[in-house]
């Protein structure tokens, strides 16, 4: 082992001076081996940076990997079990979903149906005006419905959270804070915004007057928060307790208008996976059917399915033949070296270098020569990555702070450590087979 452990200092030594006594021709193969490494390393950065996205939207809309969700509609009064078998127990949190209007009362919001914002323009997803159907299925406008004038009113989602949500759905925070659950609850409803209910708000100047369908009276809400929750309609989170200072029990049931609370979603933590079974016994036995509660178990791996890997190893196949570009100009020049260093070698031989250490010189030069470029590249990689996060992360939120991978690191020094060893190792074999004669025909 110490012998060996010397003739691999010796190989290594042997191989850096003659990299630094043709310094040019080493220039020349990294300069050809350098577009290989990069394109290996930005496959690989590239790969892990959409995975890392795709893992981040999964999150921040299902929950980490291991959160147990469980969804429900409203009915038969399954918002008040919800409610009262979470209180006081941590690892769950339920959001109930609904609407609610925050403007002028008795007018029709500026986006029915809660429908998004584009350049300052409010969608419509109301649906039209209502219709009602005779027993023999004729159906016509229902001109004795109450005709509301659109006026300064903005429809948003509601939802109603027992707890910070936020630890199962890692939301980007944007602007002012979030829902403070250790304070009593408030008469006057906290609000947080999603970012297209800010964009609302911002384009339509509105009273803070919020109407609930069922509620014993309009409310004031203060807006105290803006985060970005990847959702495309404008959504408000407030806290379920300050809900309920409003909204009795009897009002929380589907087919009350638009403002109906019409579906309920609760999360558990793994280690209150427990608490799944006992909520579930309750709600059947209110007469809620079986297949209407859907429980299931986040697993972000199965998600991401096998897409991603695909499109990089396809990716990395291109890369690789770039690679083999590089590493056919290391072999050209690898075998000009030995050529030249015929009598050189074959000296070394005849004063009794073994064939080994021999072939371990010129694999020496390759391998410190691959080195070399991989760590150009991965070091022009890692400056460019803060400059590339700078310039998307405005269009792509999820791309703001994106690091260099390790992973491509690793890829870009096993490239450069293969392409050192593919181009070097016939100039190696060659080197190693000169004959001692050699030296006497010099």
Not at 275 to 298: C, E, F, M, Y
Not at 329 to 346: C, D
Request: proline fraction near 6%; glycine fraction near 10%; include cysteine.
């Amino acid at each position: 082992m110490i012998r060996f452990r010397g003739r691999f200092r010796s190989a290594l030594i042997i191989g850096g001076q003659g990299i630094r006594a043709r310094k040019m021709r080493t220039f020349l193969s990294m300069i050809s081996l350098f577009m290989g490494v990069m394109a290996v390393i930005a496959v690989q950065a590239a790969a892990s940076m959409a995975e890392s996205a795709v893992r981040a939207n999964i999150e921040m809309t299902e929950g980490p990997d291991g959160t147990v969700v469980m969804r429900l509609p409203n009915m038969n009064g399954s918002v008040p079990i919800v409610l009262e078998e979470l209180r006081g127990k941590t690892g769950a949190v339920a959001a109930i979903l609904g609407q609610a209007i925050i403007g002028e009362p008795n007018v029709s919001p500026v986006n029915p149906g809660a429908g998004p914002f584009e350049n300052g323009r409010a969608l419509d997803y109301g649906g039209g005006p209502p219709i009602i159907c005779d027993e023999s299925g004729a159906c016509r406008i229902d001109q004795s419905a109450p005709q509301e004038t659109t006026g300064a009113a903005i429809a948003v989602e509601l939802m109603a959270v027992t707890g910070d949500i936020r630890q199962f759905r890692p939301y980007r925070h944007d602007a002012g804070q979030w829902l403070d659950f250790a304070s009593p609850p408030s008469l006057a409803p906290r609000l947080v915004l999603n970012r297209q209910a800010a964009e609302g708000f911002a384009a339509y100047r509105v009273p803070a007057e919020m109407r609930v369908s069922g509620a014993i009276a309009n409310t004031t809400p203060q807006v105290v928060g803006v985060l970005d929750d990847s959702g495309y309609q404008p959504r408000a989170y407030m806290r379920a307790d300050e809900l309920m200072n409003w909204l009795p029990d009897s009002a929380l049931t589907s087919g009350q208008g638009s403002g109906a609370f019409y579906d309920i979603t609760v999360l558990f933590a793994p280690e209150a996976a427990d608490l799944v079974s006992s909520l579930r016994a309750k709600l059947t036995g209110l007469g809620l059917p079986p297949d209407a509660i859907q429980v299931q178990t986040v697993d972000i791996e199965e998600q991401l399915g096998k897409e991603i890997q695909i499109v990089r190893y396809v990716f990395l196949g291109l890369a690789s033949l770039v690679l083999l570009i590089g590493v056919a100009g290391i072999l050209n020049v690898g075998l000009a070296t030995v050529g030249e260093r015929v009598e050189e070698f074959a000296l070394r031989r005849a004063v009794g270098m073994s064939r080994l250490l021999l072939a371990g010189i010129v694999l020496a030069e390759t391998l410190l020569t691959g080195l070399l470029t991989a760590a150009a590249a991965i070091g022009l990689s890692a400056a460019a990555i803060p400059v590339i996060a700078k310039v998307i992360g405005e269009q792509e939120p999820s791309l703001r702070n994106l690091t260099f991978p390790w992973e491509a690191g690793v890829a870009g020094v096993i490239a450069g450590l293969c392409a050192g060893i593919l181009g070097g190792l016939i100039p190696a074999i060659r080197a190693a087979r000169i004959p001692i004669a050699t030296v006497m025909r010099a």
